[in-house]
């Protein structure tokens, strides 16, 4: 076992790191909440979707390794969110370009 | 293959070594999550299509939500983010003591988002019990009271669309807490039984996934369910 023990001493985030994603998805908060109380027009959602995403991605990276982690998790975490984009694309684009709803009387 | 090398420590014979084995437990993990995060893309696109076509209803609905109570759950959240991050990063240090004292920590405020969480479904769902007048109840159907919000006609239908949206995702979110609970508890209690040690403590770390999964769609969640039109 011994040649392979520095190979299962995997990277180990210092606390420093974990204090700082923890101060900055607090900050990320009060931001959604100030924001939400201007009105941006047409801008309102993406920038409460902006934020929610910035503090996603500081989750993933970090509190959950994926910076740290093979490529081959990257990978599967990165086609994930692909196919999320394809459901969403995919239904909004049909909405968008076909009378709906077909409600009778509406 | 003989008996002792088979069990021998964590490491499982069917694979090469220790980092193989949790890679590919990392591995399977993700892919769970994957599938998560599409069952929940299910239900944000849904939120998507009706919010567009009713606004006036869903910012009527969100108005009604306490944006405080969702704030601080927001931040009881993350702080429980924090605190599983550090069991695992106590766990890869084989701080048996601490992986402990942290999971327990996690316990503690996933139990307090529970509770605020208890507060606000009861008071949009206790009016609704009974056989008296249901002024305000707000959850989705015969019973539902749109007077409390202010609206009629086509926007007190509406509105309940919002509700169902907003039981039907945070139910299912705070469902996922009430799974993750118990499995916190047990891997407390094995871990205080000495069951992880620095070199493998790989379900620390795979609920740790899980946990912060369920911290990121709340993430989500906070300004689309309590923050519509707050300008």
Known sequence: ?106 | MPEAHAHAGPLRHHFADLDQQQESSALGMWLFLVTEILFFGGLFTVYTIYRHLYYDAFSAGSHHLSWKLGFANTLVLIGSSLTMAMAVHSAALGQKGRIVLFLLLTILLGGAFLGVKYVEYSEKILPCLGDGPHAGCLVPGARFDASALHLEGKEAREVQLYFSLYFGMTGIHALHMIIGIPILALLAWLAHRGRYSALWHTPVEMVGLYWHFVDIVWIFLFPLLYLIGHH
């Open chain 1, 1 to 106: 076992m011994s040649e392979h023990d520095s190979q299962h001493r995997r990277h180990v985030v210092p606390v420093p790191v974990y204090l700082a994603v923890f101060a900055a998805l607090c900050v990320g908060t009060v931001l959604t909440v100030t924001a939400a109380g201007h009105d941006f027009g047409a801008l309102n959602t993406p920038i409460a979707l902006g934020i929610a995403a910035t503090k996603a991605i500081l989750v993933i990276l970090y509190f959950m390794h994926v910076r740290y982690s093979p490529r081959l998790v990257t990978l599967m975490v990165s086609a994930g969110f692909a196919f999320l984009a394809l459901l969403i694309l995919f239904i909004m684009s049909d909405y968008v370009s076909r009378p709906w709803p077909i409600v009778p009387g509406s």
